[in-house]
């Protein structure tokens, strides 16, 4: 499975790697919350795609659902820490390899954590979804993108469409989903791109700008996801 988490984030998304509260907290959904990732094997034994979720106290309510994916994974963390009794499991990353795509296997992994969710005897699975072509488009807003559909209805992108042919409702954007920083070299390094000037730019890869302050010597980028929810059959 790590192995995986290093492919989904190399290359041009480099960047990705260094979320500090990614990095603060995704060993422990090794240790604390093991029950709730998985692998899909192919025939031969090989791990070709995985899921990661944590489960989260949540009220059911639009107005408080966590920041994004690093708000959900540092809520999953306190409620443990807490004793608070989950009521939703969040689902955080699905990855296939490169040779098992177009597969189907993200839909795969999609009704996995649902069954999860069920087994343990959570009422819905909730997703801070990173659209598959928003980097195409960085300079649209997410509320603006996310509604996009295709002339059949269904929504452009395509893993914001596999959320909703298995039944997913949208429950708004995550603004500050993520959120990287950076020195100006860090930030040179990650993308292998110059930034001679301050600015906002554009960088292969982000669904989002990336601001650069030269003055104080910082890179910032802020992704924005999509909140959707998979209601799950009653128990």
Not at 80 to 90: E, Q
Not at 121 to 136: D, N
Not at 161 to 168: D, I
């Amino acid at each position: 499975m790590r192995h995986l988490l290093a492919a989904a984030w190399a290359g041009a998304l480099e960047f990705m790697n260094h979320d500090r509260v990614c990095a603060r907290h995704w060993d422990s959904l090794y240790s604390e919350f093991a029950e709730f990732q998985f692998a899909l094997c192919d025939v031969h034994g090989a791990v070709v795609a995985a899921g990661f979720s944590i489960p989260v106290a949540w009220s059911g309510r639009t107005r408080d659902l966590p920041s994004g994916l690093d708000g959900v994974l540092e809520q999953g963390a306190g409620d443990r820490a807490r004793r608070r009794r989950p009521t939703t499991l969040s689902a955080l990353l699905a990855v296939v390899a490169p040779e098992a795509r177009a597969q189907g296997l993200s839909g795969e992994i999609l009704s996995g954590m649902k069954a999860i969710a069920e087994r343990h005897a959570l009422r819905e699975l909730i997703a801070p979804v990173r659209p598959t072509l928003k980097h195409r488009y960085p300079l649209i807003p997410m509320g603006r993108y996310a509604r996009w559909t295709r002339a059949d209805g269904a929504p452009f992108d395509p893993w914001l469409r596999t959320h909703h042919r298995l039944g997913a409702t949208f429950l708004g954007v995550a603004a500050r989903s993520m959120v990287v920083t950076g020195t100006v070299a860090e930030w040179q390094a990650w993308t292998g791109m110059e930034f001679p000037a301050s600015g906002v730019y554009i960088v292969p890869g982000a669904l989002a700008p990336v601001t650069i302050d030269r003055r104080r010597d910082l890179g910032r980028y802020v992704e924005p996801n999509v909140w959707m929810r998979h209601d799950l059959a009653p128990a």
